[in-house]
């Protein structure tokens, strides 16, 4: 038998290396003096992170905990993303924030109403009509008016920092992948689009050009219908193409379902989706009944992963290498619960300091529960087990430097192939 | 392994039945060789194999087909993946995921295998076909012959016992061909898969095939040891017809055989000298082109290069794929992006670059026809496509159908451009480029997908072109069509231009460009078997 070679033994840059030996868990009980190999974490386990953070940051609008939020969210991404295309998005995600905070603060300094007593500079009102009262259209600002859009504006900026950082940690690919069997073949639905819309945008480019050589502008009503036409076709055979390999390669291979069990398992499932997203509404929405949070997540929940074990049992299909919860998974996700849980709890014993009054002015202050969730956001950051790097050397556009006479002398040699049909 | 007893297909629109009556064996490990004429049924029985057709393909088939003692009429395409792997033309559109071991893991899953087998034999099957490095790679990065290794990669994992593969090779460039071939044998040979392959050009293959199956076009396969269907079979390599020239027999299938029989042909030949169309006294220059650079993002895909064309003259532009052949081709004619360097032709009009005119006038001077000449061709009939080129162009209507009827008699002018065949298609987009009557034609790799009658009538085509005074570039892999077509041959390598001579000082320079003929009879510079005939003739009148 052949010894194959390690699967993560190649994968590891030199460069790594360094970090792997220094790169110690001294806190996890699991990695403890143990050298941590790199590895992509379970995709769940950042979204359950990341959402424990967004529920965190949800529960307040003292701007020095969404603040300290972010930063970690931030120091996470930098320690813990790859190299891939999507784990640049990050920044993208703290640009929207900022526009999100700018579009607030405008927003209040505009629609103001005024309130307040420390007026930072006075803009001259634009009178409304009769029916528009209760409106004001700029007028003095306030700045107790600011800071209130700008505490209101960070914690959505929050939020949705929070959530890039998850699609900046996990490949939300492998996400797709992670899906249970019943969803299976949506999940591969979207895959063959993530995958078809680059080819569709560069057929679009080709047949523009071949406008071009009989003449023809590229734009234009006739030109639309001159690019379309030989695009769709060649969509159309591409996606014939693409259905004929699938089910030459054994795609849709399942048992039969009897039809009143395929009910039962759709109804459970989009209940318990639905139900999920009520209840997830419920427990980041303060202000909703406190029956539609918790309870209604859990049934939902249940209801959810009953119709799906229901459903998978029924597929015959494996995983290659999946992504499995191991302990660094769990750390990474209870960390996200641990921040979340020690918010709410903070806002139990005390909400005066989760939500600083703007009127009258105040300084945020920081209270140690709340100290003690930033703090277990931020572990991730150590107890994550480094990306693996995939860049390969190699740029792209380079062909192979195997000749034809290399791959026939490579032919030569009656290499034994392993694991042969018996 | 294979069997079709009794096997007739028919498609609902009514044409002549594909395959009929036809009844035939594959045995377990042989390397069968289907060949034909464009629209003869190859496809048709390579897809009956795995139940593709009638399962997917609609149309009705009467008999049976077993492989391995499974029957298609119950077994769908997807309940034979165990036992048949199937690998298409254009191995980017069966790509399910996107990256190399998701796609060699694919398979397996769809058939559960526990994760354990999987993780091995995706480990194998990347040594297997020598593309370990590329474990990581997204499928649209790799090159034609990588992402045709992976191809084949993806359903060996499944461990086929039967491997059907529809003209793996026609979109690679030699070399690249040449490897994917090599993996072909290969796994005869070690693993003894059974391999059923088409192959337009018959020469990369038949001397590894066992058996030969050839579909004349009427219905019936011809079956047999390849020597033997092919001495009556006017679809022929080079090489065949040099030996039924020479009078060897059995036919030489590999240039090994043929150089071996034919110690006597080059004593004949030793004082003939090959004759050379005579080169155009003082040709006058049809376009210059100096320093072009073409960059796209991340890469220079014409390094500032210098190219001259001449009235009456046919170049051929060779070079493995992704060398800069289309993007020097696109710049030249001015519809492409071109970062540097001037372009000049002298037109009818005097001398002027294409790219500063805009693109009605640009296509006076210069013609291209692109990689899929479908991309020209937009309206529902041949005629109205005839219509809108005479009308675009400003010629007397008429003129884009009288220049079709030339390079393809008897077109229907009622057809859909979809529905024509390759070669029919070609013409139609060369006829309605050529409508604008620029001196200087461009081609695209033209020959994709064309057999060798087609191939021969595009040649013509092409001499013809250039009989008129026009100056034709070709740019193509065929090195067969290139010794046979071409007064001058320009190779391309990384974006820069590594050869540029009379074809045979170019071709029988270095092995990989050499044709078959060349092969046998070297150290004597012959490059076709037309000269080698007119070289004996002439031989043989004077005794």
Known sequence: MVAWPRPDDGVVPPTRMAEVTVDRGPTTGAGRGMVRLPRALHPGAWWLWALGLATAASHTTNPLPLALLVAVAALVVVRRRGDAPWALAFRMYVWLGAVIVAMRVVFRVVFGGGQGEHVLLRLPEIPLPEWAAGIRLFGPVAAEQVLGGLYDGLRLATMLICLGAANALANPKRLLKAVPGALYAVGTAVVVALSVAPQVVESVLRVRRARRLRGAPGRGMRALRAIALPVLADALDRSLALAASMDSRGYGRTAAVPAGQRAVTGALVLGGLVGVCAGTYGLLDATGPDRLGLPMLLAGLAAAVAGMLLAGRRIRRSRYRPDRWRPAELLVAGCGVTAAALTMLAGAVDPEPLYPPVSPLTWPELTPLVLLAVAAAALPAWLAPPPPLTRTARPPSAPTGVTAAEAVRAAVPPTRVPGGRA | ?543
């Not at chain 2, 034979?80 to 069966?94: E, H, I, M």
């Not at chain 2, 796609?103 to 091995?120: C, D, F, I, N, S």
């Not at chain 2, 050839?214 to 390849?226: A, F, K, N, S, T």
């Not at chain 2, 074809?503 to 012959?526: H, R, Y």
Request: hydrophobic share 45%; net charge negative; with cysteine.
């Open chain 2, 1 to 543: 392994m294979i069997r079709f007893d009794r096997v007739t297909v028919r498609y609902p629109d009514n044409g002549p039945a594909p395959l009929r009556d036809v009844t035939l064996r594959v045995e377990e490990g042989e390397l069968c060789l289907v060949a034909g004429r464009t629209g003869a049924g190859k496809s048709t029985l390579l897809r009956a194999i795995n139940g593709l057709v009638p399962h997917f393909t609609g149309g009705t088939l009467h008999g049976t087909v077993t492989v391995d003692g499974r029957d298609t009429r119950t077994h769908p395409p997807r309940d034979l993946a165990d036992v048949v792997g199937v690998v298409g033309q254009d191995p980017l559109s069966g790509f399910v995921t996107d990256t190399v071991e998701e796609e060699l893991a694919y398979g397996m899953e769809q058939l559960a295998l526990p994760p354990t087998v999987m993780r091995k034999r995706v480990e194998e099957t990347l040594d297997l076909l020598g593309i370990a490095d590329l474990r990581n790679r997204p499928l649209r990065t790799l090159s034609g012959g990588q992402q045709q290794r992976v191809a084949i990669g993806a359903v060996l994992t499944t461990h086929p016992r039967v491997l059907v593969l529809d003209e793996p090779t026609s979109a690679l460039d030699p070399t690249a061909a040449e490897d994917v071939l090599a993996t072909i044998t290969r796994l005869v040979h070690d693993l003894g898969v059974t391999v059923v392959l088409a192959e337009h050009r018959l020469e990369r293959v038949v001397q590894y095939a066992d058996r030969l199956l050839y579909l004349p076009g009427d219905g019936r396969v011809v079956d047999g040891p390849p020597a033997e269907v092919l001495a009556d079979v006017n679809l022929v390599p080079p090489l065949v017809e040099l030996g039924r020239l020479a009078g060897w027999t059995p036919l030489p299938l590999s240039v090994r055989d043929a150089r071996r029989q034919a110690t006597e042909l080059r004593q004949r030949l030793a004082r003939a000298t090959p004759s050379w169309p005579p080169p155009a006294t003082e040709p006058a220059t049809a376009l210059s082109a100096r320093r072009i650079v073409v960059r796209h993002p991340g890469t220079v895909a014409v390094a500032g290069v210098d190219l001259d064309l001449h009235t009456g003259q046919i170049v051929a532009l060779m070079g493995r794929n992704g060398s800069g052949k289309s993007s020097l081709l696109w710049a030249v004619q001015g519809s492409g992006p071109r970062q540097g360097g001037a372009v000049t032709v002298f037109g009818p009009t005097g001398a002027v670059d294409p790219r500063r005119l805009p693109a009605h006038q640009a296509r006076r001077h210069v013609g291209l026809v692109p990689q899929t000449p479908g991309d020209l061709l937009y309206l529902e009939t041949v005629d109205a496509e005839c219509h809108q080129a005479d009308r675009e162009t400003g010629v007397p209507a008429g003129t884009c159908r009288a220049l079709l009827d030339q390079l393809a008699p008897g077109l229907p002018g009622d057809r859909h451009p979809r529905d024509l065949s390759e070669g029919q298609r070609l013409a139609l987009a060369l006829a309605v480029q050529l409508t604008a009557a620029p001196p200087v034609v461009l081609l695209d790799e033209p020959t994709r997908g064309l057999d060798y009658d087609a191939k021969r009538r595009f040649a013509s085509l092409v001499r013809g072109l250039a009989a008129a005074g026009r100056s034709v570039v070709v740019a193509t892999h065929d090195v067969e069509l290139v010794a046979a077509l071409a007064d001058r041959v320009i190779v391309m390598a990384e974006g820069e231009i590594v050869a540029d001579g009379a074809t045979a000082e170019v071709m029988l320079a270095s092995p990989a460009f050499a044709p078959q003929v060349a092969k046998v009879l070297a150290p004597a510079p012959w490059l076709t078997v037309e000269q080698v005939a007119a070289a004996l003739g002439a031989a043989r009148e004077p005794a």
